[in-house]
């Protein structure tokens, strides 16, 4: 029997996955061919799906972009053999976007069957949780505090330190949550993960239960992944048959359950707060802090709180140690990153790369440059959030400290990129309205400076006191990143300062309508 791979992940599916996989079943059946259709994850490769993969003695061979009209063709050519066509690229391997990353997290991403809890453990999955099991709790803390690991959600907190904190209470009930509340323009990593190797989530967060006491989890999943919600469930109830959750897991003395919480749409909810409350069944509202999560979290009660990412890199972490994790990336930066390409760019897709990596790399060595062919002017790193780096910081490394040291941040990884025909004044605009629209309204900074801003920067563009306005903008942005009560308010300055500074050009152009100056005016 031949073996085919066609995603079930969204983004091959937004493409044609579905239709090529009932293509292929049609003409094996119709050939009178012994096919195997495995609808596995994607392998991150975004300008190539839907990328079909034969399995071969050599390996597996791709094929794609693959459109349903192009299967009678495929066979005619020998794929199921793997044989050369136009739309053949080898052996998946071997491809280059492919073949220089550094796979930790996604290891298994695009190769297994995402349901399959046997396909999973024959590619090394369960084997950091069988090791925690057998570890007393703070052992396995710190492994996770000996690999460097931070957060991978934006602030770039260590988790060990999270982990440590619940670990040290006494509570009658702990919990786990996962935010999966991926909102940044330009991500998907989360997504990816959870519809590619759920599994994977899973194990990392019943690790972190294990090691912080806790017995029942949730992971909250932003309504606009229908699919991903849909793979969690039926991962977490195979998961529970197997026995990899619920009452003494594996015949251990550790019980814990998952379950997720579809969020309602609310990009203020992407806060760690906000979230708690939402499970809670409350309005997503920012919690002053302290009291910090981790201490009086879910109900009340102690929480390990991080992000998909984060919790996704745990299993190899117990699986290979702290200092085999450690070993990847650069100063206290450690470990790797999905960087999520996307925007105006030719080969948009998944990056797994190590931190220390420049912004110039991504974009040329795998985004392949603009999807325009046009110089690239920005590329605003770390979502809606995050600061747009001129061309002069595209070399900066992929290192939380050094972007701080230019006003930066890495953020989720997420890389947003826009050729020399963006106007920037725009963008800052974009940045404050976004806020304006997204905000809790908790805080006056966030609510009422960021309605503020869109009126300052359209008399900005109008041409209407220019210079007053500019100074204006520049003190907004002040008491915005100073008395926000959360990094909703509190960043978006980021992207709105970074557009000022870095492209000053685009606030001085004459005014475009003088219908629309008299109006600001």
């Known amino acids: 029997m031949i073996t085919v791979f066609v995603p079930r992940d969204s983004a091959a599916t937004s493409v044609g996955a579905d239709e090529v996989a009932s293509a292929i079943a049609a003409e094996a059946k119709k050939q009178k061919k012994d096919v195997k259709i495995v609808r596995n994850g994607s392998r991150g490769m975004l300008y190539l799906e839907p990328l079909v993969e034969v399995a071969t003695d050599k390996g597996r061979v791709a094929y794609g972009p693959v459109s349903a009209k192009d299967v009678p063709e495929l066979f005619k050519a020998g794929f199921l053999e793997g044989k050369s066509h136009k739309l053949g690229h080898g052996l998946t391997e071997e491809i280059p976007y492919f073949k220089t990353q550094e796979r930790l997290t996604f290891a298994r991403c695009g190769i297994t069957d995402p349901l399959s809890v046997e396909d999973y453990i024959a590619h090394g999955g369960f084997a950091g949780l069988k090791k925690a099991l057998e570890l007393p709790p703070i052992a396995i803390v710190n492994q996770v505090t000996t690999s460097g690991l931070r957060g991978r959600g934006g602030a770039g907190f260590p988790t060990g330190i999270k982990w440590k904190t619940v670990h040290d209470l006494t509570a009658d009930q702990k919990y786990v949550a996962c935010n999966a509340d991926e909102g940044d323009s330009?991500?998907?990593?989360?997504?990816?993960?959870?519809?590619?190797?759920?599994?994977?989530?899973?194990?990392?967060?019943?690790?972190?239960?294990?090691?912080?006491?806790?017995?029942?989890?949730?992971?909250?999943?932003?309504?606009?992944?229908?699919?991903?919600?849909?793979?969690?469930?039926?991962?977490?109830?195979?998961?529970?048959?197997?026995?990899?959750?619920?009452?003494?897991?594996?015949?251990?003395?550790?019980?814990?359950?998952?379950?997720?919480?579809?969020?309602?749409?609310?990009?203020?909810?992407?806060?760690?707060?906000?979230?708690?409350?939402?499970?809670?069944?409350?309005?997503?509202?920012?919690?002053?802090?302290?009291?910090?999560?981790?201490?009086?979290?879910?109900?009340?009660?102690?929480?390990?709180?991080?992000?998909?990412?984060?919790?996704?890199?745990?299993?190899?972490?117990?699986?290979?140690?702290?200092?085999?994790?450690?070993?990847?990336?650069?100063?206290?930066?450690?470990?790797?990153?999905?960087?999520?390409?996307?925007?105006?760019?030719?080969?948009?897709?998944?990056?797994?790369?190590?931190?220390?990596?420049?912004?110039?790399?991504?974009?040329?060595?795998?985004?392949?440059?603009?999807?325009?062919?046009?110089?690239?002017?920005?590329?605003?790193?770390?979502?809606?959030?995050?600061?747009?780096?001129?061309?002069?910081?595209?070399?900066?490394?992929?290192?939380?400290?050094?972007?701080?040291?230019?006003?930066?941040?890495?953020?989720?990884?997420?890389?947003?990129?826009?050729?020399d025909t963006v106007d920037m004044a725009n963008q800052a605009r974009f940045a404050m309205e976004f806020c304006a629209i997204e905000s809790c309204g908790k805080c006056t900074p966030c609510r009422i400076g960021s309605t503020r801003g869109v009126e300052v920067i359209d008399r900005i563009v109008a041409g209407v006191e220019r210079e007053k306005n500019l100074a204006l903008l520049e003190d907004l942005c002040v008491t915005m990143a100073d008395g926000s009560l959360c990094a909703m308010g509190g960043l978006t300055p980021f992207p709105v300062l970074s557009s000022l500074r870095g492209f000053p050009e685009d606030f001085h152009k004459p005014p475009a309508n003088k219908f629309l100056a008299d109006a600001a005016e």
């Open 186 to 419: 330009g991500t998907f990593a989360d997504r990816m993960l959870m519809e590619g190797d759920p599994f994977c989530l899973i194990e990392g967060m019943t690790i972190a239960a294990v090691a912080g006491g806790a017995t029942e989890g949730y992971i909250y999943i932003r309504s606009e992944y229908p699919d991903a919600v849909n793979v969690m469930r039926e991962a977490i109830e195979i998961a529970r048959k197997a026995n990899w959750l619920g009452k003494n897991i594996q015949g251990s003395k550790y019980s814990f359950d998952l379950f997720v919480r579809k969020g309602a749409g609310a990009y203020i909810c992407g806060e760690e707060t906000s979230m708690l409350e939402s499970i809670e069944g409350k309005r997503g509202i920012v919690r002053y802090k302290p009291p910090i999560p981790a201490i009086e979290g879910l109900f009340g009660k102690p929480t390990i709180i991080n992000n998909v990412m984060s919790f996704a890199a745990v299993p190899i972490i117990l699986d290979k140690g702290g200092e085999f994790y450690r070993d990847y990336g650069v100063g206290r930066s450690r470990g790797t990153l999905a960087f999520q390409l996307a925007g105006n760019v030719k080969r948009g897709g998944l990056v797994e790369k190590a931190f220390g990596i420049t912004t110039r790399q991504l974009l040329e060595d795998w985004g392949g440059g603009t999807a325009t062919g046009r110089p690239a002017r920005a590329i605003q790193v770390g979502g809606p959030l995050g600061a747009y780096l001129p061309e002069s910081k595209f070399d900066v490394p992929m290192d939380y400290e050094e972007f701080v040291k230019v006003d930066a941040m890495v953020g989720h990884g997420g890389l947003v990129v826009f050729d």
